[in-house]
């Protein structure tokens, strides 16, 4: 059984939106793409950008420090300056609140 971790209300988080929690200490990244909910590390591992403040293009999240490129379902490193995929956490939907598990 994972922990789940309250992010927002599905009103909140509508399609298009994001928004980062602590999960012990790890910040994660939660988006909406399109009515689905996916979320990702907030960390690039190329140099710690906050991945969450870049632009999103489709599936796809830009670093804002140096342009990495990273698949918001997969966490597929997809351009450079990185080189390591990011980690991914399961998100689900209980009773109008999305919930991602932390642990
Ligand atoms: S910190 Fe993300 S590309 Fe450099």
């Given at each position: 059984m994972g922990n789940w971790l309250d992010v927002a209300s599905t009103d909140e988080l509508a399609p298009g939106m994001r928004r980062v929690v602590d999960a012990d200490g790890l910040a994660v990244a939660v988006f909406n793409l399109g009515g689905e909910y996916f979320a990702i590390q907030?960390?690039?591992?190329?140099?710690?950008?906050?991945?969450?403040k870049g632009v999103l293009e489709g599936e796809v999240i830009v670093c804002p420090r140096h342009g990495a490129r990273f698949s918001v379902?997969?966490?597929?490193?997809?351009?450079?300056?990185a080189y390591e995929d990011i980690r991914t956490f399961s998100v689900r939907v209980v009773d109008g609140r999305v919930q991602v598990e932390a642990g």
């Amino acid at each position: 059984m994972g922990n789940w971790l309250d992010v927002a209300s599905t009103d909140e988080l509508a399609p298009g939106m994001r928004r980062v929690v602590d999960a012990d200490g790890l910040a994660v990244a939660v988006f909406n793409l399109g009515g689905e909910y996916f979320a990702i590390q907030d960390i690039c591992p190329h140099d710690g950008g906050e991945l969450a403040k870049g632009v999103l293009e489709g599936e796809v999240i830009v670093c804002p420090r140096h342009g990495a490129r990273f698949s918001v379902k997969s966490g597929s490193v997809l351009g450079p300056p990185a080189y390591e995929d990011i980690r991914t956490f399961s998100v689900r939907v209980v009773d109008g609140r999305v919930q991602v598990e932390a642990g």
